[in-house]
């Protein structure tokens, strides 16, 4: 194992821990904006005459996904303003962190020149070592030696398990061969009735309204939105837990969206943030397993309140 690979893999360990040590359990609660109309997470298709919102047993159903969708847009934005004037390679992972249609999350939308100049020092055994913990296809070793020089930009892209592992938004939410800390565990519409708003689709071609293209698009009216989360191995001062409070910390002052037709009003949430509730749990206090048990079952009597 080369010098810079050992480099490498100390700094992925560091901030990749193998043990569950810190866990973090929060409750939001969101109003609806007072200048949005409701919310709109359609199950219908373009194209059809009644566009309906997902429901499960009749009841509106919020995927944890496009909530955990939305905050992860929000910590994007304030991860790469976060960086400022640093220059590194985690800070070069960061800012070159982007979603592409075709492909999605990679990390090839920014200045690569410091990850390339990282990887492009690994010799064979190196790749070899990173096979043997996942991080490189096992049977792509020596495609990708030939193209950390003939193809920079592929081997990049064949690099991404190891990548993501180097940026702070992937190891919070989850990335290439990657599973985020942050996990969604429920997702609730209280109050909730149902209305619909008329559209006509426009024929983008000749500017006018296609023919039969009238369609009612359904949304839900909630009183409020409640997330409730948790997040693995994410201790104070770790680059996730700082992104974590930053994110949520935000909400506080810009409107959170989600759902379709985002710009006809739907969708806009406003943190109600005497309603929730941040806590953290410091696991390894525990010295029984029945202590650990208490930890996980009765997280409000161990753990300490966070200010949001």
């Given at each position: 194992?080369s ?43 373009r ?7 997902m ?19 929000l ?27 075709d492909?999605g ?5 920014h ?6 100049e ?25 495609e990708?030696?030939r ?26 939410y989850?990335?290439?061969g990657?599973?985020g ?11 909730s ?33 409640t997330?409730?989360?948790?997040v693995?191995?994410?201790p104070?001062g770790?680059p ?11 909400l506080?002052?810009?409107v ?15 943190l ?13 206090k ?23």
């Open positions: 194992m010098a810079r690979l050992g480099q490498l893999l100390n700094l992925v360990d560091s901030l990749v821990p193998k043990s569950l040590g810190h866990l973090v359990v929060g409750r939001l609660v969101f109003a609806r904006d007072e200048l949005s109309r409701g919310l709109a997470v359609a199950a219908g298709r194209g059809e005459v009644l566009i309906e919102v429901k499960v047993d009749g009841e509106v159903y919020i995927p944890a996904s496009s909530v955990k969708g939305a905050l992860r847009r910590s994007e934005s304030i991860a790469r303003s976060a960086i400022g004037g640093s220059s590194g390679v985690l800070e070069a992972v960061t800012m070159a962190h982007c979603e592409l249609e492909e999350v990679v990390h090839l939308c200045d690569i020149s410091p990850l390339y990282v990887y492009s020092g690994l010799s064979r055994d190196d790749l070899e070592a990173l096979a043997s913990r996942g991080l490189v296809p096992r049977d792509k070793v020596e990708l030696k193209l950390l020089t003939s193809d920079p930009l592929t081997a990049l892209r064949r690099l991404e398990p190891l990548t993501a592992q180097l940026c702070t938004i992937c190891r919070l989850g990335g290439p990657l599973a800390k942050f996990k969604v565990t429920s997702v609730q519409l209280l109050g009735r149902l209305s619909t708003l008329t559209h006509i689709m426009i024929d983008r071609e000749r500017r006018t309204a296609s023919e039969g293209a009238l369609y009612v698009e359904e949304f839900a009216v909630p009183e409020a939105l997330v409730e989360f948790i693995e191995n994410a104070p770790s996730e837990y700082d992104l974590l409070l930053k994110t949520l910390r935000a506080e002052h810009v959170l969206t989600i759902g379709h037709s985002k710009s006809r009003g739907l969708g806009w949430f406003k109600a943030k005497d309603k929730s509730q941040l806590l953290l749990i410091d696991l390894n525990a010295t029984k397993p029945q202590e650990l048990i208490e930890m996980l079952t009765k997280p409000e009597q161990h753990a300490e309140r966070v200010s949001i």
